[in-house]
């Protein structure tokens, strides 16, 4: 079971790097069936061996979690500034429609 864990988060994690962001959610969906057997397995005796490896992927996991994070921010941050762009724009083009000019294009693409 932590080979096949082991396994997706290597994926999630060629896939984030590759920017393949919906596969990288989908694997950690597919992941999340396995992480829970293994917090069920938590208390049977014997288990206690494998948590160096468990940690391992749970800090790899959690490596991806902060670059997902990021991303998201960056993302946020983009629209923020397209939003605000598309505001600017829509206040300029009154005036650019009353000089007989037409208002550029690049301003009108970015809604």
Do not use: C, N, W
């Amino acid at each position: 079971m932590l080979a096949a864990l082991d396994e997706l988060i290597a994926q999630e994690g060629m896939y984030l790097r590759g920017g393949y962001f919906d596969l990288a959610m989908e694997t950690r969906e597919r992941a999340e069936p396995l992480v829970q057997q293994l917090v069920a397995m938590a208390e049977m005796s014997g288990v206690t061996d494998y948590i160096p490896q468990v940690m391992a992927l749970v800090e790899r996991s959690d490596q991806h979690s902060a670059f997902i994070d990021g991303k998201l921010q960056e993302l946020g941050a983009e629209i923020r500034r397209i939003d605000q762009a598309h505001h600017t724009a829509q206040q300029v083009v009154p005036y650019a429609r009353s000089t007989g000019q037409p208002a550029p294009s690049r301003f009108l693409a970015t809604g």
